[in-house]
């Protein structure tokens, strides 16, 4: 469909989501605006494989993710070091208190898995139902279903469970997950 | 953070992977409360700039390579 007036301002309104479903992946801000970037760029070259009507924040998404993955695979041995980046990039700081708890939540959304840790995203805060976020992810609804619920369960572990700290994340999850291997 | 887990084992049922209800709602509040303080930052200059400098007809090919653009080049 052509570039509206209408549709743009859609796109526009979808990026602060854009950003921070990018900043969620990467932990990186930088990096995240320049997925942003592309993101768009991508989308309105290709504007005319928009379904109107269709979804247009999960088409968005799509390509941003996609456009993740690609870049993570190439990426992936130089940016080791992105980790604790994220808190600093923020604009704006929450209090001292919630400062830590939310330092301490985002390092443990860090350690899921990246499939995990995507698909809690769409789900948990970027509000997409799980078909939606099965079709951003190339994905059968039950794999969302089980990736969300794992990826619950290693938060769970990781920031809820006594002793997390102190034995460490795998086992931790271990213990939780029941043993279901992996 | 103790207090919570003792409170919730006993008062809920566990789900999946042992996760209660209260956890589940936790998680789900701090993810939310983590990506909103992003979304509420709003649309960056950078981004409302070129989505308006596609406004031309035909416009959307140059941005690419950005002859005019400001903060892409130097970057990495």
């Known amino acids: ?182 | 953070m103790k207090d919570l887990k003792s409170q919730a084992s006993k008062s809920t049922t566990p789900g999946k992977g042992g996760l209660t209800p209260e956890i589940q709602s936790r998680i789900g509040h701090q993810l939310r409360a983590m990506y909103d303080d992003v979304v509420r930052q709003g649309v960056p200059d950078r981004f409302a700039e070129l989505i308006k400098k596609l406004d031309a007809p035909g416009a959307a090919p140059q941005v690419e390579n950005g002859g005019g653009s400001n903060d892409n080049n130097g970057r990495d």
């Not at chain 1, 007036?5 to 801000?29: K, T």
Request: aromatic share 8%; hydrophobic share 40%; with cysteine.
């Open chain 1, 1 to 182: 469909m052509p570039l509206t007036d209408s549709l743009r301002n859609d796109i526009l309104a979808a990026v602060p989501s854009l950003r921070a479903f990018a900043i969620s992946l990467s932990g990186n801000a930088d990096r995240a605006d320049d997925l942003v970037q592309e993101t768009l760029l991508r989308a309105l070259a290709n504007i005319d494989s928009f379904q109107p009507g269709s979804n247009l924040p999960a088409w968005l998404f799509t390509i941003l993710r996609n456009l993740f993955r690609s870049d993570y695979r190439k990426r992936r041995r130089e940016v080791e070091d992105a980790e604790g980046n994220y808190a600093k990039t923020l604009k704006t700081q929450p209090s001292q208190n919630a400062h830590l708890e939310f330092e301490e939540f985002r390092t443990a959304l860090e350690k899921l898995p990246q499939d995990q840790r995507e698909a809690l995203i769409l789900v948990g805060a970027s509000g997409f139902s799980y078909e939606d976020a099965a079709s951003i992810c190339g994905c059968a609804v039950g794999t969302i279903k089980s990736r969300v619920n794992r990826a619950r369960s290693k938060l769970a572990a990781l920031l809820y469970v006594d002793g997390a700290e102190d034995f460490g994340p795998d086992e931790t999850i271990r213990a939780v997950i029941g043993g279901s291997g992996g």
